[in-house]
């Protein structure tokens, strides 16, 4: 006779990540013949670049794919670190740098060595899901601070204010560009911004990952500001290398033990072969560049397009590959309006209750990561599907 299990843990019960439910919907109906148009995943439709995929190679031709540091290999951090001075004049120290198994693991690292169960951190609304449940399984409290359009739809120093006197926060995340928006902090509100946080003592976290991809403005790194912040990063968006599973942090010389501590237990080191193969990544502009003026061309496509189609309400596309667009027009429901989508026009994009629990709804993601044809023909068809 055995014994009555007990269930999934209470930390379990998070909401699930829509864009990826909507991903499984349309790659069953890929099996089963249909040609879908994918506008649901911020994944780049581009190949990752030449140069890194041949020093991947080169690296199993060596023979040995191992461990490496917890905080990663010291190559890969040292070109990280010259990154910073590169692109934004910012003079790091590669014992500040910490790689790690994409974004997400970087989340996971920040959060468990910045804060302590019970702990209050405030993110946008709307925004990434993933860091309400992310939060929420480490039983940190979620603070979500509603943006407003006159604010260009960033969190303000009067909003974590306001939120803070309430009850004291222990940390902020913003993304600058952000998803689902795309909009993005000019460099003079960003500073402010971590300014306040850094005299309310609130740990500054900023996602930094669609750096590189930006179309209108300025996206300024937080370091500039503070060196306190706890900056995120990752090759998969700019760079192409989604599923190479590699990222990186920048840390207050005060986390540095803790993270790598936090790192060694819980998955010892990022993956070898990818650490070898993204410091090829810095390397490959020129390529890169031209993927990224797709984006572009698929940006001023949607732009021109969808409002003529009914789609005229959306937050300002600064960077990154994303239009959060209203679907008032047509629906009170955006998830049976991407699902009719999907079955009907065979075109796949993401609910804004993935983004937003109280006003998604009313919003709909496109992903503009894919290619100049494919957006091209996925714009024809919803023309069609909605006449």
């Not at 902020?172 to 689902?180: C, T, Y």
């Amino acid at each position: 006779m055995t014994g009555q299990y007990k269930g999934p843990s209470r930390r379990s019960d998070v909401a699930p990540f829509l864009a990826m439910d909507v991903l499984s919907a349309a790659n069953a109906l890929e099996a089963a013949g249909r040609r879908i148009l994918h506008m649901e995943v911020g994944e780049p439709g581009a190949a990752t670049p030449r140069a890194v995929r041949e020093a991947a190679i080169a690296a199993l031709q060596g023979g040995r794919v191992g461990y490496t540091d917890a905080l990663g290999w010291r190559p890969l951090r040292e070109r990280i670190a010259r990154h910073y001075g590169e692109r934004h004049g910012v003079e790091v120290d590669p014992g500040r740098v910490a790689v790690t198994t994409g974004s997400s693991g970087g989340f996971n690292l920040a959060f468990l060595a910045a804060f302590d169960a019970g702990d209050r951190v405030a993110i946008a609304s709307p925004g990434y899901p993933a860091y309400a449940n992310i939060l929420r399984a480490l039983d940190l409290e979620v603070v979500e601070l509603r943006t407003r359009t006159e604010d260009r739809h960033a969190i303000t120093p009067a909003l974590v204010e306001a939120a803070h006197r309430e009850k004291p926060l222990a940390g902020l995340i913003v993304a600058s560009p952000a998803n689902p928006t795309g909009t993005m902090m000019t460099p003079v509100a960003l500073a402010k911004l971590i300014r306040t946080s850094d005299a309310l003592g609130i740990r500054f976290i900023s996602d930094e990952i669609y750096h590189g991809l930006v179309y209108d403005g300025v996206a300024e790194t937080a370091l500039a500001t503070s060196n306190e912040a706890i900056v995120i990063n990752s090759f998969s968006k700019y760079y192409c290398m989604t599923g190479w599973r590699i990222g990186w942090m920048i840390l207050p010389p005060s986390l540095v033990r803790a993270v790598e501590r936090l790192g060694q237990n819980l998955y010892i080191s990022a993956p070898d072969l990818s650490q070898k193969a993204a410091l090829a990544a810095f390397d490959a502009t020129d390529e890169l560049e031209r993927i990224k003026d797709g984006y572009a061309a698929n940006r001023k496509l949607l732009l021109e397009r969808l409002p003529g189609l009914g789609f005229d309400d959306f937050f300002p596309v600064d960077g990154a590959f994303y239009i959060y667009a209203s679907v008032r027009r047509f629906t009170n429901d955006s998830a049976e309006f991407a699902r009719r989508m999907l079955n009907e026009a065979g075109i796949a994009a993401t609910p804004g209750m993935d983004f937003d629990r109280s006003q998604g709804d009313a919003y709909i993601r496109f992903s503009f990561a894919g290619s100049v044809t494919d957006i091209d023909e996925a714009s024809q068809r919803l023309g069609d599907w909605l006449r």
